[in-house]
């Protein structure tokens, strides 16, 4: 990347051991950032630590499920302690449901809003501590943009997107952090192939 630089910064990209999370941890190891991550087993965390290793990033991989506040708390202290206080936070673990939302159980909604909606609110709590004491930080959330309105008919709304762009309106670091969404329609991944 030519005149953009993330030497000496330290990025936690939530959900990238592979797929679109993997993508914006590798674009931020080229420009020079310290990777970490983290998946919801060991077993994740490590295939994903092997895909950074191929293409020569050497990141930090964390079990640690985001809708889990002990956890959060516990991956970001240990983060902080291991690798240092993180600059830049990219909230993109998520999930969809892709069933008709009359198929849909109030269940399989409430884990969807839990990951898509509340762990970035989790993880963005656990982490502006640090980038208060720097005085500087990023917090980017990721969220696929669907539509406004979901009939009763189509797949449910993957997330809260709009929920989330509300979040971003009252930054909570009082400047010590800055607050952006950015949104995708569908991506090709590994993951779907």
């Given at each position: 990347?030519?005149?953009?630089?993330?030497?000496?910064?330290?990025?936690?990209?939530?959900?990238?051991?592979?797929?679109?999370?993997?993508?914006?941890?590798?674009?931020?190891?080229e420009a020079g950032a310290?990777?970490?991550?983290?998946?919801?087993?060991?077993?994740?965390?490590?295939?994903?630590?092997?895909?950074?290793?191929?293409?020569?990033?050497?990141?930090?991989?964390?079990?640690?499920?985001?809708?889990?506040?002990?956890?959060?708390?516990?991956?970001?202290?240990?983060?902080?302690?291991?690798?240092?206080?993180?600059?830049?936070?990219?909230?993109?673990?998520?999930?969809?449901?892709?069933?008709?939302?009359?198929?849909?159980?109030?269940?399989?909604?409430?884990?969807?809003?839990?990951?898509?909606?509340?762990?970035?609110?989790?993880?963005?709590?656990?982490?502006?501590?640090?980038?208060?004491?720097?005085?500087?930080?990023?917090?980017?959330?990721?969220?696929?943009?669907?539509?406004?309105?979901?009939?009763?008919?189509?797949?449910?709304?993957?997330g809260n997107e709009h929920?989330?762009?509300?979040?971003?309106?009252?930054?909570?670091?009082?400047?010590?952090?800055?607050?952006?969404?950015?949104?995708?329609?569908?991506?090709?991944?590994?993951?779907?192939?």
């Open positions: 990347m030519v005149n953009f630089s993330l030497e000496g910064k330290i990025a936690l990209v939530t959900g990238a051991s592979y797929g679109i999370g993997f993508g914006i941890a590798s674009a931020y190891a310290t990777i970490c991550f983290n998946d919801l087993s060991q077993e994740k965390v490590d295939k994903g630590i092997a895909a950074y290793k191929e293409i020569g990033v050497d990141a930090h991989g964390y079990v640690c499920d985001v809708t889990d506040e002990a956890q959060v708390q516990a991956m970001v202290a240990k983060i902080n302690e291991e690798v240092g206080i993180i600059d830049i936070l990219v909230n993109n673990a998520g999930i969809i449901m892709r069933k008709p939302m009359l198929e849909m159980e109030a269940d399989e909604f409430r884990k969807v809003i839990d990951v898509d909606l509340n762990a970035p609110f989790i993880v963005s709590k656990a982490v502006i501590p640090g980038m208060k004491e720097k005085g500087h930080g990023k917090i980017i959330n990721i969220c696929i943009k669907r539509r406004k309105i979901v009939r009763s008919e189509e797949k449910s709304a993957s929920a989330k762009e509300a979040c971003k309106r009252k930054p909570c670091a009082q400047k010590a952090a800055c607050i952006m969404v950015a949104t995708h329609k569908t991506v090709s991944t590994n993951k779907l192939k």
